[in-house]
């Protein structure tokens, strides 16, 4: 076999075969192949696509490159939830605590925070001393435990994706649906989940800035579950404006608890419940969808989805009493109003500028090395829709470093657009695949 046909044989569109797929991706990795064959298959993919199966075979050629994790010590049917990344996407913070209310195991990798979007890992480390490095075995006690477990991706997890992507990145190939599908779904399966629950976003925070382009990747994603016998349900869901009100680490967690309490923001909540629902359907613990967010709405209610979290936080080592003591968490020294320009309703909050704003106030990293500060970030006092008067507070910027302040005040200012008409509310769930 030789690079160069497999490569002239995409370039003219042709499907190719698992085998070849695998001699590029194996031949990449190990270093026999070179980053300019690569780059010249990625840009005929680009171009030419790839069907599903293809997409699938390259999904578990990338998930065999590294340690596949085997969570079958663990009992029940374990279901990961993705998110394609977004602004104040709280989503993991509560979904983990509250399905592992109702039952479901939860063994959870999740990542660090890069660009505008955050991470979960880095919100749970406001919680002092809170540990998501647990070994393996304890990371598999705790789940049996407590039934739930948090962790940072460690290990050799996908290093064909690893490489590719950073590859993609700098040969203007990110943008393929097959590659950004199979890349997704690479991560889940090494992860070792048995189903898989997507939340693909759509609107200015998202990586997917358009709703077509959204469900064709959610599509996609489904397609590969389907091919490869997971469970895989997607979401398609709004990321034009940040969702609840709090963006930044400790603000966000601050916010976690607060729809745990059951007082949280509509949209967060409601998206929670949802995509927990799905949850307990792909897990096999519901057939009806109604019933199981009506489960999970009891589960917070009842404090019992609140509960749970203290449970995990304190089988981590951190401190449970930050649930009922926000002044534990790490806070800014300085809080800087922003008010409105004009009188009407707001009529846009764009979630990018509001997310690269709490980035230059230091709650993002630029790059991988970059020091985040928990502390700081944006509070939404406005969203979309809601009538405001000149001068009222549409945003608290939580500061440390003043640095970046103008910048960042002009960015949030700038995320805001009024109408003086009424504004209809925007969606939030556009659509679910099966
Ligand atoms: N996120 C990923 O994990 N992979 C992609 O290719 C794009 C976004
Ligand atoms: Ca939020």
């Given at each position: 076999m030789r690079a160069y046909d497999i490569i002239y044989k995409k370039r003219e569109g042709q499907k190719l075969s698992r085998a070849e797929i695998e001699f590029l991706i194996k031949g990449y990795v190990e270093g026999d192949i070179p980053d300019y064959q690569i780059s010249a298959w990625a840009m005929a993919v680009y171009f030419q696509s790839m069907d599903a199966e293809e997409t699938a075979d390259l999904t578990m050629i990338m998930a065999e490159s590294g340690d596949m994790i085997d969570?079958?010590?663990?009992?029940g049917k374990k279901v990961d939830k993705h998110s394609t990344g977004g602004v104040g996407d709280t989503t993991t913070l509560i979904l983990a605590p509250l399905v592992a209310s109702a039952g479901i195991p939860v063994a959870k990798m999740s990542g660090r925070g890069l660009g505008h979007t955050g991470g979960t890992i880095d919100k749970l480390h406001?919680?002092?001393?809170?540990?998501?490095?647990?070994s393996r075995d304890r990371f598999f006690d705790n789940v049996n435990q407590h039934g739930i477990a948090v962790v940072g991706q460690s290990g050799n997890l996908t290093p064909a994706d690893k490489k590719l992507y950073a590859l993609r990145d700098v040969t203007a190939?990110?943008?393929?649906i097959p590659l950004i599908a199979s890349s997704i779904m690479s991560k889940k399966i090494a992860g070792g989940a048995d189903a898989i629950l997507l939340d693909v976003k759509t609107g200015s925070?998202?990586?997917?800035?358009?709703l077509t382009e959204a469900k064709k990747l959610a599509k996609a994603m489904v397609a590969i579950g389907k091919e490869i016998g997971r469970d895989t349900a997607a979401y398609i869901s709004d990321m034009s404006q940040p969702l609840g009100y709090a963006v930044g680490n400790a603000l966000e967690v601050k916010e976690a608890i607060e729809v745990l309490k059951g007082r949280g923001p509509e949209d967060l909540t409601e998206l929670c419940l949802e995509l927990g629902a799905a949850m307990l359907e792909l897990a096999d613990q519901s057939e009806d969808h109604a019933e199981a967010k009506e489960l999970l709405r009891k589960k917070l209610s009842s404090g019992e989805a609140l509960e749970k979290f203290k449970e995990m936080i304190s089988a981590q080592e951190g401190n449970p009493a930050v649930i009922d003591d926000y002044s534990l968490f790490a806070t800014a020294e300085k809080v800087v109003e922003i008010k409105a320009q004009e009188d009407g309703y707001i009529a846009t909050l764009n979630a990018l500028e509001v997310g690269l704003a709490a980035m230059l106030l230091g709650?993002?990293?630029?790059?991988?090395d970059s020091e985040i500060d928990l502390a700081v970030g944006v509070e939404l006092k406005k969203k979309v829709s809601d009538q405001v008067k000149k001068g009222d507070t549409l945003a608290l910027l939580h500061v440390n470093?003043?640095?970046n302040l103008a910048q960042a005040r002009a960015k949030v200012l700038a995320a805001y657009s009024y109408s003086k008409n009424e504004v209809e509310n925007k969606k939030l769930i556009y659509e679910k695949i099966t």
């Open positions: 969570l079958s010590e663990i009992k406001s919680i002092v001393n809170f540990n998501t490095s647990l190939t990110v943008e393929s925070g998202a990586f997917m800035k358009d709650a993002g990293r630029e790059n991988k470093d003043q640095k």
